[in-house]
């Protein structure tokens, strides 16, 4: 059977970017920076997107369009032997793992769109309701929604599932984005919000923030899930790779860089006397907790009505963004049993959704529900050098998002690079694009991809591994 193709490069590009697009951007991004030197932390962000994941998200690309395969497929077909095939199991499992934990974390924006459309934002911004929400029966309904739309979708194929949701979702998810930051730009203190976003402060860039925004670039652009490996093999062959690697790239950028200019706003505007430093790190209870705290006190101004509106445009607007990537993130594994077992997209969807649906249960219980899920384990150590306490959704974070993360992306480029080989590569790179041969881009690339961006990796992961396991993190 003839591999499924997208329509065009920006078919590509818009899903790829749907997969980029993320709570990432739009949340973790603008808290991260504006804590870590704002604009100094933009800029060596931006660094790291062009100089080391442009590479790796190359690499992706043409590794999936050369073989036409699924991540496992890949490396199996161009490995020739065993300990390839692992890593290529590796980088189907990941993917896996990993939209567990996101799937629960969609579903709960998918719960707080459903209530803020149905008025009850005054209930979300009171401080017990996430703990409430988070352990109640409902939530499985708005699991099976998120599920069920998500499968449609992904039911349609890659021109007429992944494409066309990208082709509606993108353009409106930019237009809201683009609504959403003038509105707030208007409220009362949001220019210090902007401010304190863009002001750059670089005796902030220390190893440890410089390795945080590295961990944040990556996991942004969707690399070493297997996704871009998978969305490359339905390229056609006389699509530019690069210019579409670049385009994914800088929209990314570009929305992380807007969604700045709307939450610290939005922030200061609620708060002008915010302490910076004391804002969670953790964008999940920016979204969750804080932010609907911002959006009920706009009542002042626009009345209850007004404000929930804000509120549900905001949750819509996050939503559409984590839809786009949980998409993309469960094409891999489904590809994968495609490929491999020679089965339909919809045995795959159903066999595969059963265990994933499974285990997001699992997670969705381990927030205090079920003692077992809940306290299965602890390691590493808290500030007063006691171990924590591990869920089974911090688990799955730790090992498979903040861990093999990065390992994926380190065997990736000696993948390419010493086993798949740099003139197949550029080869691969060339087609449609007859100005790569002889470039300083291809130099740089191959270059990169076989010396300091793996090392780079290699440091990441063995201070991850230390930080987390060990309790000890090794950079200042
Ligand atoms: N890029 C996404 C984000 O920023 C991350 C992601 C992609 C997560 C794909 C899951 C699947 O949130």
Redesign the pocket.
């Given at each position: 059977m003839k591999r499924e193709e997208f329509s065009s490069s920006l078919g590509f590009v818009l899903a790829a970017a749907g997969?980029?697009?993320?709570?990432?951007?739009?949340v973790?991004?603008p808290v991260m920076a504006s804590k870590n030197g704002g604009a100094a932390f933009l800029i060596m962000y931006a660094v790291f997107v062009f100089f080391i994941c442009l590479p790796v998200m190359l690499a992706e690309m043409s590794l999936g369009r050369h073989t036409r395969q699924n991540p496992l497929g890949a490396y199996t077909e161009i490995g020739q032997n065993r300990a390839w095939r692992t890593v290529g199991w590796m980088s189907v499992i990941t993917?896996f793992m990993?939209?567990v934990f996101?799937l629960v974390i969609t579903v709960w924006i998918f719960g707080y769109l459903a209530k803020s459309v149905m008025g009850q934002l005054e209930w979300l911004a009171a401080p017990s309701s996430f703990g409430e929400f988070i352990n109640s029966n409902e939530l499985f309904v708005y699991m099976a929604m998120v599920i069920g739309l998500t499968f449609f979708i992904l039911q349609g194929g890659v021109k007429k599932g992944i494409e066309k949701a990208a082709r509606v979702l993108m353009p409106l998810l930019f237009l809201m984005l683009i609504a959403l930051v003038a509105y707030v730009m208007t409220l009362e203190n949001a220019s210090l919000g902007a401010k304190f976003f863009l002001i750059p402060e670089f005796e902030k860039m220390t190893g440890k923030v410089l390795n945080g925004a590295l961990a944040q670039a990556f996991?942004?652009?969707?690399l070493a899930?297997g996704?871009l490996v998978t969305y490359g093999s339905y390229i056609q062959k006389d699509n530019n790779i690069v210019h579409a690697g670049k385009m994914v790239a800088g929209l990314?950028l570009l929305v992380a860089a807007c969604s700045g200019l709307l939450i610290l706003p939005a922030v200061f505007s609620f708060n002008p006397d915010v302490q910076i430093s004391q804002l969670s790190e953790s964008s999940i209870s920016m979204i969750f907790t804080f932010l609907p705290k911002i959006f009920l006190a706009l009542q002042t101004d626009i009345g209850y009505f007004g404000a929930s509106f804000i509120a549900s445009f905001f949750f819509l607007l996050v939503f559409f963004?984590?839809l786009t990537?949980?998409v993309?993130?469960i094409e891999v594994p489904v590809a994968c049993l495609m490929d491999g077992k020679g089965v339909s997209r919809r045995t795959a969807l159903y066999s595969l959704g059963a265990a994933m649906i499974t285990l997001a249960v699992v997670c969705a219980l381990s927030f205090g529900r079920v003692e077992i899920f809940s306290s299965l384990t602890s390691y590493g150590l808290d500030s007063n050098g006691v171990p924590l306490n591990k869920s089974v959704f911090d688990l799955v974070y730790d090992i498979f998002y903040e861990t093999i993360l990065p390992l994926n992306g380190l065997l990736l480029c000696l993948f390419v690079i010493y086993r798949w080989k740099k003139h197949n590569f550029d080869a691969e790179i060339s087609q449609g694009n007859d100005q790569f041969a002889g470039s300083l881009l291809q130099k740089y690339v191959n270059f990169s991809l076989g010396t300091f961006i793996p090392v780079i990796l290699a440091v990441i992961f063995v201070n991850t591994v230390s930080t987390i396991f060990l309790g000890k993190n090794l950079l200042f």
């Open positions: 997969s980029a697009v993320g709570i990432g951007n739009l973790a991004f993917p990993i939209a996101y996991f942004s652009l969707s899930m996704i990314s963004a984590a990537s949980l993309s993130i």
